[in-house]
């Protein structure tokens, strides 16, 4: 996943993250291209944690913890759509366990990916050279640690995703 993270510098820092991570204040937006078309904005509302069988892997289980995943349709091509992911939970792969759980995994995911059945080769062949998730960390915005101050950075998309996007654009 490419774009923003956030690194405590002093115990007091990370315990000031940790607690606005519990409070869910601090706001996190991803864009994610996702195999198939979705069409409406939309939440899962579904428990992650460990897969049962592959412990490497997350799942979304009835015995994990509470995650709740917003997206919106940014833009839609034949074979993907371009979303706006925000976390209201921070699960590990929550994103890709997710959108995997609804029968769109992000495009590139060697994890929990699949090959979809693209009859137009040139779309095949370039959704598979694509080597990495398309999951981009855009926005970050929390409270400062020291005075309160509401902080948000955006970072910008970058040059794989853009190749990515102009090349669905194409089709």
């Known amino acids: 996943t490419s774009g923003l993270l956030v690194i405590a510098k002093t115990i007091e820092a990370q315990t000031h993250l940790v607690r606005q991570l ?8 991803y ?6 078309k979705l069409t409406e904005n939309g939440t ?9 069988i592959h412990r490497t892997k997350m799942a979304v289980t009835p015995k994990g913890k509470m995650a709740r995943t917003f997206y919106r349709v940014y833009e839609q091509f034949d074979y993907c ?3 706006e992911c925000s976390l209201d939970t921070g699960r590990t792969h929550q994103i890709r366990v997710h959108m995997q759980s609804i029968g769109h995994p992000l495009v590139g995911d060697p994890l929990y990916g699949k090959k979809l059945a693209i009859t137009e080769v040139s779309v095949q062949k370039l959704l598979s050279e694509f080597s990495r998730q398309a999951l981009h960390a855009q926005k970050l915005t929390l409270s400062h640690p020291e005075n309160a101050q509401i902080l948000s ?6 040059d794989d995703i853009q190749h990515l996007l102009q090349k669905l654009r194409q089709y």
């Open 22 to 29: 519990q409070q869910r204040t601090v706001k996190r937006d």
């Open 31 to 36: 864009l994610a291209i996702v195999l198939g």
């Open 44 to 52: 899962i509302d579904a428990p992650i944690g460990r897969h049962p």
């Open 81 to 83: 759509t371009l979303l």
């Open 153 to 158: 950075w955006q970072a910008p998309i970058p």
